[in-house]
């Protein structure tokens, strides 16, 4: 089943925070995020393993909550190249690499 | 340089016309996989596979068949079954394990008139 991801947009100016939720109502092993310019492939940011860890790029950083089922992505001190949708992608056990996506969170930066 | 290639980049066909689409990596991956995407929506899994000669049904298989005769290549044949075939379509491969990141292709966008 598809994760619910949240917001389902959000403007920022550059500088600024912000927090893209994703919840899944199956027990999960592991949380992919991706982000996506207009037209072209999802890029991989990181992937999140069970036991609630928390792992950043840059000033991207994510959280996973397995006993919630929940991860959480936080942009920092935003920058322009930061606009693009973002989406998880969740694994529960044993999916062995199959993932289920959420529907996306549109992030537009603005100077 | 490693990486996947999907070809073409855009694509027409006709109404009730099978169309295939290419999707080759060198990246040494076992397992590749479709993904459709619509607009203002998430990736949807239509096929992948897991090592040659092997594959299984995702999400929305149905009017879309798959071969993988080859490790690098896994093309995707969007039959006149499938009832609404125009979206972006994206491949991908990762190393066969639970938890590896997936390596996107930049996408064919398949338009049926």
Not at chain 1, 9 to 28: F, P, T
Not at chain 2, 20 to 47: F, K
Request: with cysteine; hydrophobic share 30%; proline share 5%.
């Amino acid at each position: 089943q598809q994760p619910v991801q949240s917001p389902q947009a959000v403007i920022l100016r550059e500088g600024e925070d912000a927090v893209i939720n994703c919840s899944s109502s199956k027990a999960l092993y592991s949380v992919h995020w991706y982000r996506q310019k207009h037209g072209e492939a999802p890029v991989f940011l990181m992937i999140l393993l069970k036991g609630g860890e928390q792992k950043g790029h840059e000033k991207i950083s994510a959280s996973f909550n397995e006993k919630k089922q929940q991860s959480s992505l936080y942009l920092t001190a935003s920058q322009l190249s930061y606009s693009g949708t973002y989406f998880c992608g969740t694994a529960p056990p044993d999916s062995w690499g199959k993932l289920q996506f959420g529907a996306g969170t549109q992030v537009v930066v603005t100077p | 340089d490693g990486g996947i290639t999907q070809s073409p980049k855009y694509l027409f066909r006709k109404e009730g016309q099978n169309v295939t689409l290419s999707c080759e990596q060198n990246l040494n991956h076992d397992a590749m996989y479709w993904y459709r995407q619509d607009p203002g929506q998430g990736l949807r899994l239509i096929y992948y596979s897991q090592i040659v000669n092997d594959f299984q049904k995702g999400d929305i298989a149905e009017g879309y068949s798959v071969s993988r005769e080859k490790k690098e290549s896994f093309p995707l044949t969007v039959t006149s079954a499938q009832k609404n075939p125009t979206a972006f379509y994206l491949c991908a491969s990762s190393i066969f394990r639970d938890y590896n990141e997936q390596f996107f292709g930049p996408g064919t966008r398949l338009t049926v008139l």
